[in-house]
C-alpha cells in the first residue's frame, strides 16, 4: 500500500459559508483514486494570507503531491498566486510568458487585456505554466504544488493535464457489499475479516433509509483476487 | 468582524477516495452562518490516528469551536473518541452513563448490547454527552470540541442540540448578484467597491455557462443597510 500520497487545498469562502457545494474535491478525488494515488487530506481555508501560506507549507511537506482549487482568478480576493511565492520563498510579477497567452487571447476576441486580467498573468518566478484550454489564464506548477483554478470546467481540464505528468501507484480496486443490519451486528465479524485481510482497507459507511439501519461495506486494495476473496468471505457471513 | 470561529474536521476514507460526496460539512457551513458563527477551516482527513490527533490539536488551538463528524460507530475502523481522548490527554474507557443509555435501547428491542455497540459508549472520562435522538448512540464534548456521527441525520440532529450551547455572534446577512461579464471586466470596479466598504466581505464567485462567462457577486455583512448600499452602488456599475 506504498501508493503516492497526494493532498488538495480549496481556497475561497464560498464553500465555508454553505453558499456552494464542493464539485472539484469529489472530482479529484476519483481521478486519483483510479490514478492508484492516495488522496490523503483536504484542507479548505478561507481568503486569507497567513492560512493559505500556512497550509501550502504544511500538505506540501508532508503530501508527495498538492492541488491547489481556487483564488487565482483576477478579482481582489484572488491571492493564491501570492500565497504560492510567499510559501516557497519566490518573487512573483507579471511574467512574460503567461502575459502573452492572454495577450493574445485577449487580442483575438477584442478585449481589453486590461489591469485586472493582467493580474492572471502574476505567476512566481520558477513555475511551470499549466495549460488552461478553456479560459487560457494558466495555472501553474511550483516544486510539487499544483495550482489550478476554482470554476468547475476549468479545474478538470487542468487535471487532465497534470495528471499524466504524476507516478501513480498500482490502481486501487474496490467492491461493495451492502449488507441491511445495524453496524453492531456487523462490527464483531468485520473486525475478524479486516484482521485476516491486513492487506486490504476495509471500511464500513452506515446508512439510514426509512428507518433501517444498515450499512455498505467497502473493501480496496491492489490485488483483484484478494479482493474478490475478501468480499466472498463477507457475504458468507452475513447470508 | 469578530464573529466566532469554528472548524470543521470530517474523519473518514469515504469523501477522500470519492466514493460519496460530502454532505454534512455543507449542512454545518449553513447553519453556523445562520448562527453568525464563521465557519474558517474544514480539515478532511482518513482514518489514521497520527492525522486525526494533530488536526484536532491544531484546529482546537486555533478556532473557537471545533466539530467532528465520522468515526464514532461501533466498528474497527471507528477511533475517532480514542483519538481525542489522546488530544486532550484523557483516559478512555465505557463510561457507564453512555453505556447505560445503550443498554436500555437494547433491551428495549431485544438486540444484544454485543461487544461492538460497547464499544459506542467509550468516551473520554471528562467529557459530557452529546444527545442522539435518532439511534441513541452519543456524541460528546471535550473542551471546545463536538464530536459528532458521520450519518447525516444523526450529524443534524446532533448540531440541533449543540449549536443552541454556542455563543453566535450578529448573524451575517448577504446578498448576491448575478453579472453576466467576465471577471477580467468586473475586477477593477469591484475592487474600488471593496475598498469604500471595507466593513463588508465581497466575493466573486465565477462560472461559466453555455460557453459564457459570469460571477456571483457575494457581498456579506452585519449591517443589512450597509449591505444593501455595496449591492446597489454595484449594481449601478454595470447597468
Known amino acids: 500500500m506504498a501508493n503516492p500520497t497526494a493532498a488538495m487545498l480549496v481556497i475561497g469562502d464560498e464553500i465555508l459559508s454553505g453558499r456552494t457545494r464542493d464539485a472539484n474535491m469529489h472530482f479529484l478525488a476519483g481521478e486519483l483514486t483510479k490514478q492508484g494515488i492516495s488522496l490523503s487530506e483536504v484542507r479548505i481555508v478561507a481568503d486569507e494570507k497567513p492560512q493559505i501560506v500556512a497550509a501550502l507549507k504544511a500538505l506540501s511537506t508532508s503530501y508527495d503531491t498538492v492541488f491547489t482549487s481556487g483564488g487565482i482568478g483576477p478579482t481582489h480576493d484572488d491571492i493564491t498566486a501570492d500565497c504560492v511565492a510567499e510559501a516557497f520563498g519566490q518573487s512573483i510579477d507579471v511574467r512574460a510568458d503567461a502575459a502573452a497567452l492572454l495577450q493574445a487571447h485577449y487580442d483575438a476576441s477584442g478585449q481589453e487585456f486590461n489591469a485586472a486580467r493582467q493580474r492572471m498573468a502574476r505567476i512566481p518566478e520558477h513555475a511551470t505554466l499549466i495549460d488552461n484550454p478553456v479560459s487560457v489564464a494558466p495555472g501553474f506548477t511550483v516544486e510539487n504544488v499544483h495550482v489550478m483554478a476554482g470554476v468547475p470546467v476549468v479545474f478538470q481540464a487542468m487535471v487532465a493535464s497534470v495528471l499524466p505528468t504524476l507516478t501513480g ?10 449488507i441491511d443490519r445495524g453496524e453492531g451486528d456487523i462490527a464483531g465479524p468485520l473486525a475478524e475479516l479486516a484482521a485476516e485481510f491486513d492487506d486490504l ?4 459507511y452506515p446508512f439510514q433509509k426509512n428507518g433501517a439501519f444498515g450499512a455498505n461495506i467497502v473493501i480496496r486494495g491492489t490485488d483483484g483476487a484478494r479482493v474478490d476473496a475478501a468480499i466472498t ?4 457471513m452475513f447470508e
Request: proline fraction near 6%.
Open 169 to 178: 501507484g498500482a490502481p486501487l480496486l474496490s467492491q461493495t457489499l451492502r
Open 201 to 204: 482497507s476495509i471500511g464500513s
Open 233 to 236: 468471505k463477507l457475504a458468507g
